[in-house]
């Protein structure tokens, strides 16, 4: 046991250690207090700063949320108010897509869009970032949240979920139903006349829209991947295997939730994406990573934290955690499986996550999130480049072990 675990156990009273005894796995209490203790250690290797230092960078990510906030009310009122835009709105239909932005872009936690920024800045540490190179980082860290918030509005239609970041999804609103899907296409619309208007006359424009385009498609691949291997999950459970969940989520998570911010932040620097394949792939693996703490979360999650309730088993979806019991399971716990999988009754979703329990696939994760964790800081350690290897820090901070 190491120091931090022994200390906690020593400070336990005698009554409460004789009541821990008593458990039936009382051994599982002191895993976790080594992985509690592996964790501290990781987490203050990967931040490396002081107090004083870490107060100041608080304050300076706070400024810049802060003028990120700034930057959406500006882009709203320019697709509401500029005719280049808005076609001719009516008042009606300025209310509703007013309304519509609010509810659906700014409200997640803007990681995404606020990774634009940060990689950014650190490309351009050393030099002079004026208020218009900043607007543009938050202009294209804006346009990642709006192609977030359409492929959410869209997801949540096929997934048939009931809530989203604390509130009701958007199709769930009386007076949307349906026309949600139109919506969805507006936002992503929105991004392509985004990128034209601030754009157009830069030198990198034509490389922006290729990855613009490039990362779309890719997206609505990954999407279609997901559907198809649902339906076809349906049909035999036996089809779920890791390579093709890995598949889904490269396509479907992995390029636009973190390869696209720092793209964005290169090409806004006038570098060559080609010169950067390494740290492409670096990304890509951060981003199943990314995906498979989702896939616990929908399952083992508490919904007051992440913001919704996990629908994943009801949906039939090839998650990760399904994966690894389809190659666990005995005999037993495989016809519990098949039997309750993909079916909305509480007694069958209850069931399959019996069957996760029984075979410690909470454990399994966090062994899972341990390695991968312990891998990728190697690999950052390894990156030569001090702007782009502070760029995957600040990824992998943002991540790990994350509870919503």
């Avoid at 046991?1 to 599982?28: C, K, T, V």
């Avoid at 509703?96 to 940060?118: C, E």
């Avoid at 693996?285 to 399952?299: A, H, K, P, S, T």
Wanted: proline content about 2%.
């Amino acid at each position: 046991m190491g120091a931090l675990a022994a200390s906690i156990a020593s400070h336990m009273p005698p009554g409460l250690l004789a009541s821990l005894a008593a458990l039936p796995n009382p051994g599982e209490l002191v895993r976790r207090a080594v992985r509690l203790e592996d964790e501290l250690r990781e987490l203050l290797r990967l931040n490396g700063r002081d107090g004083a230092a870490a107060e100041q960078g608080g304050n300076r990510a706070q400024q810049t949320r802060e003028r990120f906030l700034r930057a959406y009310e500006r882009l709203k009122s320019e697709l509401l108010d500029d005719r280049t835009f808005n076609f001719d709105f009516t008042d009606e239909t300025r209310q509703w897509v007013a309304k519509m932005m609010d509810y659906n872009v700014p409200g997640g936690k803007l990681n995404r869009g606020l990774s634009v920024i940060d990689s950014y800045m650190l490309l351009r540490e050393g030099t002079e970032v004026d208020d218009e190179d900043f607007y543009l980082a938050c202009v294209l860290g804006w346009c990642i949240e709006w192609l977030q918030a359409s492929a959410l509005v869209l997801d949540d239609i096929t997934d048939n979920a009931y809530t989203r970041r604390d509130n009701l999804c958007w199709y769930k609103l009386p007076t949307v139903g349906m026309s949600a899907i139109n919506d969805g296409v507006l936002l992503k619309c929105h991004v392509q006349a985004i990128i034209k208007r601030y754009f157009k006359e830069k030198f990198y424009f034509v490389d922006l829209m290729e990855l613009w385009n490039e990362i779309g498609l890719q997206t609505a691949m990954g999407q279609m991947l997901d559907l198809i291997t649902t339906h076809t999950g349906a049909k035999d459970l036996a089809r779920y295997r890791i390579q093709g969940y890995r598949r889904i989520v490269k396509y479907k998570t992995s390029y636009y939730s973190f390869y696209l911010p720092v793209a964005c932040a290169l090409l806004l620097n006038g570098a060559k994406l080609s010169d950067y394949a390494e740290l492409k792939n670096v990304l890509i693996e951060m981003g199943v990573y990314f995906q498979i703490q989702d896939d616990y979360l929908d399952c083992f999650g508490d919904p007051q934290v992440i913001g919704k309730v996990g629908t994943d088993i009801e949906d039939y979806k090839c998650s990760w955690l399904i994966v690894q019991a389809m190659e666990l399971a005995n005999e037993n716990e495989m016809k519990i499986l098949y039997e309750n999988y993909g079916k909305s009754s509480p007694e069958c979703v209850a069931a399959v996550k019996n069957v996760y329990k029984e075979l410690d696939l909470q454990d399994i994760f966090l062994e899972y999130e341990s390695r991968v964790y312990k891998h990728l800081v190697s690999t950052i350690d390894a990156e030569p480049d001090r702007a782009i290897r502070e760029i995957l820090k600040i990824f992998l901070k943002k991540i790990y072990r994350r509870k919503k």
